[in-house]
């Protein structure tokens, strides 16, 4: 345990040392490794480190927004799309579908980044197309989930009205020059949003994907702006204090010496932004067979339990779980690292800042690490992967039951980790 505190320790010293924030804010190409062949450099990759700045007038571009859409006869709004393009709504759905200064956001929000039939049904029951507005989010502009899922709710109303009749109850959001954004300048959309080029999806929650649907559902995009542009600048500083570099150091330093499990302890309402942090982990560090591994929303165990490939992060920004600390001096007990990310104030708005504070310790920790966080090469290998194992009809694995399936995957399998995708409506259960 002393050993992983010293790593970590020497780890942020070098770090301010080399006046690496600094290096980032100015763009350095040469904090990473060589990008994958095709992938964007660092130059074209890195202005997110920006969004804050721009939020304001962001804001100020959609401030009425809201009152609009409610005044144009909509009830409902839904978010349509996968990954990056959805995951920050998801979130802060999930934070603020609760009274707000004693008021709710007039419109009710909704999200579906799933193709899963049962979820669809279930969003689709709960609507009046002709009262739904729907915001198709896509970078690429040509994510086939969530042009599927335009294409449904499009079915909903009449086949003459396809494009005309209804176009004013869709919104694009997506990049220029995509096949989204050019369906939309020739009429098929109310409108187009144009998203940043130089912004990677999954660090695009400042960026328009993740501000304009909730101005939209009436959240406080101006305290957004507020709060992310205090953690830019506190991550400015090439010092200790620097909370970008803190918590990138600490993820880092700990997964070199063999706990690269990052495991992420936040109340029940936070459970979601817990999911955007663990797309933006595992997709930014996840390559050539080596980086951090999340793990979230996972029930708490007794500490004994945990094995020695394990480091914890704790976030309750509201002091919402007064038992984290005991929970955290268990852990040290037990010899586990633990980093305790802590608010700067209670004003639930701050999660603006909190993207931000997450997406620099990507980029630190991808840094320390050796790996290029802008890319994803093994996205479109385990999209052809997955599509090959789809059409053979064949398994290595036989078995009769769960029990005897378990085994057999487990005999199949080195001894690190394994994934079990279940591809089933989201519950409580």
Not at 26 to 35: C, F, I, K
Not at 261 to 282: H, R
């Amino acid at each position: 345990m002393v050993d992983v505190q010293n790593s970590v320790t020497v780890a942020l010293e070098r770090l301010v040392d080399t006046s690496f924030a600094s290096k980032l804010w100015s763009r350095d190409s040469n904090l990473w490794p060589e990008p994958s062949a095709g992938a964007e450099p660092p130059e074209k990759t890195l202005g997110w480190l920006d969004l804050p700045y721009k939020l304001s007038n962001l804001a100020g571009h959609f401030k009425n927004l809201n009152r609009q859409i409610l005044a144009d006869g909509f009830s409902d709004i839904v978010l349509l799309g996968m990954g990056g393009s959805s995951m920050t709504s998801l979130a802060l759905n999930e934070l603020f579908n609760e009274p707000l200064e004693n008021e709710f956001p007039s419109l009710r929000s909704h999200v579906l980044d799933t193709v899963i039939p049962a979820s669809i049904k279930e969003i689709s029951e709960k609507l009046e197309p002709n009262k739904t507005l729907f915001f198709v989010s896509s970078k690429s502009g040509s994510t086939i989930e969530t042009l599927s899922l335009e294409s449904h709710f499009r079915s909903l109303r009449k086949p003459e009205t396809k494009y005309s009749g209804n176009r004013r109850n869709f919104i694009a959001l997506s990049d220029p020059e995509t096949p989204l954004s050019e369906r939309a300048r020739a009429g098929e959309f109310g409108t187009w949003v144009s998203t940043p080029k130089d912004v990677g999806g999954r660090f695009s929650a400042l960026s328009a994907f993740g501000m304009v649907p909730a101005a939209a559902a009436g959240l406080d995009i101006r305290k957004f702006a507020q709060y992310s542009g205090l953690m830019a600048e506190r991550c400015r500083s090439d010092s200790i204090d620097n909370p970008g570099l803190a918590l990138g150091a600490f993820m880092a330093a700990n997964a070199l010496k063999g706990r690269d499990k990052v495991t992420l302890i936040t109340p029940k309402k936070y459970s979601a932004f817990a999911m955007w942090i663990e797309q933006l982990l595992a997709e930014s560090t996840g390559k050539n067979g080596k980086g951090l591994i999340p793990i979230v929303n996972e029930p708490i165990l007794n500490p004994v339990h945990y094995g020695n490939d394990r480091q914890f992060i704790v976030f309750d920004p509201n002091g919402d779980e007064p038992e984290d600390t005991d929970r955290v001096a268990e852990l040290n007990s037990a010899g586990h690292p633990v980093f305790v990310v802590e608010a700067f104030t209670p004003d639930t708005h701050e999660i603006a800042g909190e993207f931000f504070r997450w997406q620099f310790a990507t980029a630190t920790a991808s840094a320390i690490m050796g790996i290029y966080p802008f890319d994803q090469p093994d996205v479109e290998i385990s999209k052809i992967k997955a599509q090959i194992i789809l059409s053979e009809d064949r398994s290595d694995i036989k078995a009769s039951d769960l029990a005897q399936g378990l085994h057999a995957i487990r005999a199949h399998i080195p001894p690190h980790y394994v994934a079990l995708t279940a591809f089933m409506p989201e519950s409580d259960a």
